[in-house]
């Protein structure tokens, strides 16, 4: 009886389905990245992220996961990952960087996109045109010193080291708490220019009542000085060995799929100018 037993619990063991491991996604309130119901996105595009549809292709795309978004600020964010234990979380885009990879391990690169821009009305271009270099670059700290072109950045944000020390020591900047006004500002006239990701002022645009068909837009962006003019984006997943072991589905669906679809996501909120530049820059082993 025993023996009899024995070999039927083997049995079960050998065809009862393995248990799925959780994942928990984390979503900032940020748009277009993540267009969240209380995180001020326009009503139409709820749930339409492109991160948020860099997410759900991953979920799709990996096998013996059970995956569960949810909503968290960054400060959150970084607080979960490095309090993970064994827990796995994950973020859908971000840019490592030597503190976060204490607690973050991440994909390979997902795709480029364009790194933060000067941006600028198209009718104040005359302001800006004095302070770009022969590749059509902006000067930061040049401008910071002109007074008649007014900027707005937002308050507490980590732009890049070059870009943070050039933007603390301007005494007359407008600061702006919410990542989401410098660009609004931007839009209503009340900025010559602002520092910000293009996807950023893209969205703010098309949420004003903008055309993402229209060959023409009010602003214009600029490299910056000193900046790489791409970022690659990866998915980071908290340091351990369950992180690990996802982040290795990862790789081989990235692998499996060189023609990226993922990155189309990203691509659709750029207008036609920084869209060409990103497909022109990326290699071409991820188009």
């Not at 009862?16 to 277009?32: D, K």
């Not at 837009?217 to 997943?237: D, L």
């Not at 499996?256 to 060409?276: F, Q, T």
Request: hydrophobic share 40%; glycine share 6%.
């Amino acid at each position: 009886m025993r023996l009899w037993a024995a070999i039927i619990l083997s049995t079960l063991s050998l065809t009862a389905p393995a248990r799925a491991e959780p994942v928990t996604w984390l979503m900032p309130a940020y748009p277009p990245a993540y267009m969240l119901e209380h995180g001020g996105a326009d009503q139409r595009w709820v749930g339409g992220g492109f991160a948020e549809q860099i997410q759900t292709w991953f979920i799709d795309h990996t096998t013996g996961y059970e995956s569960e978004p949810i909503e968290a600020s960054m400060s959150r964010i970084m607080a979960l990952m490095q309090s993970a234990g064994d827990k796995i979380y994950c973020l859908a885009t971000t840019n490592p960087s030597e503190s976060r990879a204490a607690f973050m391990v991440f994909s390979p690169p997902l795709y480029l996109q364009p790194s933060n821009r000067v941006i600028v009305r198209t009718d104040r271009l005359a302001l800006v045109s004095p302070y770009l270099d022969a590749d059509g670059a902006v000067d930061l700290p040049a401008l910071l010193r002109d007074p008649k072109a007014a900027g707005s950045v937002a308050s507490g944000r980590i732009y890049s080291n070059r870009i943070d020390s050039a933007l603390a020591g301007a005494s007359e900047l407008d600061r702006q708490s919410s990542i989401q006004t410098p660009p609004k500002l931007l839009l209503a006239g009340r900025a010559d220019w602002i520092v910000a990701y293009p996807r950023e002022i893209e969205w703010a645009w098309r949420a004003n009542g903008g055309d993402a068909g229209s060959e023409t837009r009010p602003y214009r962006t600029y490299p910056i000085v000193g900046e790489p003019a791409f970022i690659p984006s990866h998915i980071g997943c908290s340091k351990n060995a369950g992180g690990r072991r996802f982040i290795d589905q990862v790789d081989k669906a990235i692998l499996a799929n060189p023609d990226r679809p993922w990155s189309l996501y990203m691509l659709a909120w750029l207008d036609r100018e920084d869209r060409a530049a990103v497909e022109a820059a990326q290699p071409s082993e991820t188009r």
